[in-house]
């Protein structure tokens, strides 16, 4: 159900949230992407689950990085440009800066405040590094800034942040990766694994409920910044493991029936149904390599810890054929 309201939404939101607000409540599956979970109070609790007892991707992806900096920095060669997609706080950059001895950092983040909080941290963690930030959405290529000169680049992207999209999403953006680094790049890349499915529900539904609220959270943005009303209170955290996709989902499932407004629209939804805010999609050695060949990168080193749990993959991009 949706009708025209009269009030108008605030002149400083992004069109973009607010297209796919409004599109993602209208339709019969309702969904809203993964990537509209990080305002500030949202990049907040994501640190918070990262340090949760359940949520092993973050530490385990640390310890690899710890062991395997060098070996990465033996094969990447020194004075490359790193450019960090989705960089968060950044926490885990250091292990990679310390090995690489990079020319530059160039963290690319959606969230504005937060992303110069952690470049600044950082900036003072690593005196004499230039630090570039970028706000923007890397899911589009991105201009790089001429400050970074022609250093070949090792793009870095932690925390099988590419498991939160599709695969024809993902190839998308792997070519778009390959876009901004340019000729001659690296990337990389953390992935998850396929493993037992309770410790999957787990991490994605902790006992402390940091993820519930994170999940939650969305639903306050939309509530603050596009003049809803919805009923925080009337939904709840699923999540769910989606065998034939090999992928946890993460929904908000409304408790009851209930119609509310938001950016100048109304929406109805019946106790029961969910709104779909997440994916996160875990691959196997082959389906990662098979990822990273359809989004133009050629894996050249692979690492994984002692039970399999995560990987992070090294590639370059693959030079253009016109022959199979």
């Not at 918070?48 to 385990?60: A, H």
């Not at 932690?158 to 901004?180: F, I, Y």
């Not at 001659?184 to 999957?200: F, N, Q, S, T």
Request: charged share 25%; glycine share 8%; aromatic share 8%.
């Amino acid at each position: 159900m949706l009708l025209e309201a009269e009030r108008e939404t605030k002149p400083d939101v992004d069109p973009a949230f607010r297209a796919d607000v409004i599109a993602g409540l209208s339709g019969a599956r309702k969904a809203i992407p993964a990537r509209w979970f990080y305002d500030r109070r949202g990049s907040e609790l994501f640190e918070e689950i990262t340090d949760l007892p359940e949520y092993y991707p973050t530490r385990t992806e640390r310890a690899l990085l710890e062991i395997y900096a060098c070996d990465v920095a033996k094969l990447a060669g020194p004075g490359r440009a790193v450019v960090e997609f989705g960089s968060g706080s950044s926490a885990k950059t250091p292990l990679l800066l310390g090995a690489v001895q990079p020319s530059s950092y160039v963290p690319i983040d959606i969230s504005g405040d937060f992303l110069r909080e952690s470049a600044a941290a950082l900036a003072e963690r690593f005196p004499g590094l230039p630090v570039h930030p970028i706000e923007a959405d890397f899911m589009h290529p991105i201009a790089l800034p001429e400050a970074i000169g022609h250093a070949p680049r090792l793009g870095f992207f932690p925390g099988s942040t590419v498991g939160n999209l599709t695969a024809p999403t993902a190839v998308d953006l792997l070519r778009a990766m390959a876009g901004t680094l340019g000729v001659g790049a690296m990337l990389l890349i953390g992935m998850d694994r396929v493993k037992d499915e309770a410790a999957l529900i787990s991490a994605y539904d902790d006992a402390q409920g940091v993820t519930a609220a994170f999940n939650l959270n969305l639903l306050h943005r939309i509530n603050r910044e596009l003049d809803g009303d919805i009923p925080v209170e009337a939904f709840r955290h699923v999540a769910r493991w989606n065998d034939p996709e090999a992928r946890i989902e993460m929904h908000l499932e409304a408790v009851r029936d209930m119609s509310f407004t938001a950016a100048g629209h109304r929406f109805a939804i019946r106790g029961g149904e969910t709104i779909h805010t997440e994916n996160s999609h875990k691959y196997d050695r082959r389906s990662a390599r098979l990822l990273l060949a359809a989004g133009g990168w050629a894996p050249i080193a692979e690492w994984t810890d002692p039970q399999d749990r995560f990987a992070i993959l090294l590639a370059e991009v693959k030079p253009p054929r016109t022959a199979p």
